[in-house]
Nanobody, 114 residues
Framework: QVRLVESGGGLVQPGGSLRLSCAAYGFTLSSVAMSWYRQAPGKEREWVAFITTSGGMTNYADSVKGRFTISRDNAKNMVYLQTNNLKPDDTAMYYC???????WGQGTQVTVSS
């Protein structure tokens, strides 16, 4: 059974950092390009970051470029999102996903507030 399980969210002050993790089950992670998305209350889901199967190429939304870093460890079946210099506008539910395969996790909540 395919599952994506996110963790690592929480409450953090502006300027803080969190490392989000995504554990993949039921498929060969090394064969699948992965993304992170987020959705804030009352807003549409927003793409955040993308990483190719090998991790050799990444891409980011302009809103997070220079602050967030996506990475993966295929041997551990894990995908990560390092979030630095967090801002209140980063508050959202963060999802790990492989949309072409319709693989989505349940999300992990990130709240940035003083």
């Amino acid at each position: 059974q395919v599952r994506l399980v996110e963790s690592g969210g929480g409450l953090v002050q502006p300027g803080g950092s969190l490392r989000l993790s995504c554990a993949a089950y039921g498929f060969t992670l090394s064969s699948v390009a992965m993304s992170w998305y987020r959705q804030a209350p009352g807003k549409e889901r927003e793409w955040v970051a993308f990483i190719t199967t090998s991790g050799g190429m990444t891409n980011y939304a302009d809103s997070v470029k220079g602050r967030f870093t996506i990475s993966r460890d295929n041997a551990k079946n894990m995908v990560y999102l390092q979030t630095n210099n967090l801002k209140p506008d980063d508050t959202a539910m963060y999802y790990c996903a492989a949309p072409p395969r319709n693989y989505w996790g349940q999300g992990t909540q990130v709240t940035v507030s003083s």
